[in-house]
């Protein structure tokens, strides 16, 4: 099945589908913006089952800023509005934005082991999260990736790098795993080439069962922050506060779509808006948008919050219809 014949039709036909591994290059905070009852004052985003995700909206707003940001001005059209949506207070024509951005659900997130140092942890709900994405765009992959949900209840792993005696260690926290070759040679066609650390991805996956889900939530970073009273030198009264990242190395998955512009001045299809956004986001206008970075959430002065999309690219099954 060709992906025409699945095409996506939400409001309009959106005829560029691209699927994005987003890899965290330093410690992310994509703030919730309360705390709620959670024992951080900061906490990052969650879904409803508590697992860290990027809401679409954040990734929109990072890219409109890096969009707009990204320098000179376009001098005869406004092609800001025209692919991200006009500013409503002051456009007299409103009309949706040609893109439409999914949340980015975590695929992988680095969890500390005693053997191998660190293990890339994740869970069949986030495989089959992973697995739902890729069957909007590509079949092969999607297909390929579903094979590794099993109902048996079993943790398994990649390699053996990372175990002793079949159990690994993660977060002082005794896992029992089986080796399954599938995972390595499935997720060396998903991950992309460009991904400086494939092959320690490869020889460190393990998926695990609902009875140690939590580790994966547990993994996060919680860093304690103060204010400081420049005269005297000490923490200001009540200036104290925590705030949780998605620590480096996390990996999760998301799709940009994109189609026509619907203003009624544009000029833009689909190919030219995609076009336009690797010219703004990578200094590049020709070829396809496969990688850029941005910077998304909050503490940006700190450094953090520093991302890079690598697109998925269809296995060789898919590129063969």
């Not at 410690?27 to 985003?45: A, W």
Request: glycine share 8%; hydrophobic share 35%; with cysteine.
């Amino acid at each position: 099945m060709s992906n025409k014949e699945t095409g996506i039709t939400v409001g309009g036909s959106y005829k560029i589908k691209n699927p994005y591994l987003v890899n965290c290059i330093t410690p992310l905070h994509v703030g919730t913006g309360q705390s709620y009852e959670s024992f951080v004052d900061l906490p990052i985003q969650r879904d409803s089952l508590g697992f860290p995700v990027i809401w679409g909206s954040s990734i929109k707003g990072a890219l409109r800023n890096a969009y707009h940001n990204s320098g000179g001005k376009d001098d005869k059209e406004d092609y800001e509005s025209m692919i991200f949506g006009p500013d409503t207070r002051r456009s007299e024509e409103i009309y949706a934005s040609s893109l439409l951005i999914l949340d980015a659900s975590l695929l992988f997130i680095p969890v500390r082991s005693l053997y191998g140092l660190f293990a890339f942890c994740t869970h069949p709900y986030l495989l089959r999260q992973c697995v739902e994405r890729l069957n909007l765009v590509d079949t092969g992959l999607a297909s390929e990736l579903n094979n590794l949900i099993s109902t048996d209840g079993e943790c398994r792993c990649s390699d053996s790098y990372i175990v002793k005696d079949g159990k690994a260690i993660l977060r002082e926290e005794e896992v029992g795993v089986k080796l399954d070759n599938r995972i390595r040679n499935i997720f060396s066609k998903f991950l992309a080439d460009s991904i400086p650390f494939k092959e320690d991805i490869l020889k460190r996956i393990v998926i695990l069962n609902d009875d140690h889900a939590d580790i994966i939530k547990r993994s996060t970073l919680v860093q304690t922050r103060i204010k400081v009273n420049y005269e005297t030198k000490v923490v200001k009264e009540g200036a104290l506060w925590t705030e949780e990242f998605l620590p480096e190395m996390s990996m999760l998955i998301t799709l940009l779509l994109i189609r026509d512009g619907r203003a009624s001045n544009n000029r833009l299809d689909a190919s030219n808006i995609e076009r336009k956004l690797r010219e703004k986001l990578v200094g590049d206008g020709s070829g396809e948008l496969d990688q850029f970075c941005l910077i998304i959430g909050g503490n940006e002065t700190l450094g953090r919050g520093i991302v890079r999309f690598h697109k998925i690219k269809p296995s060789s099954q898919d590129r063969s219809r």
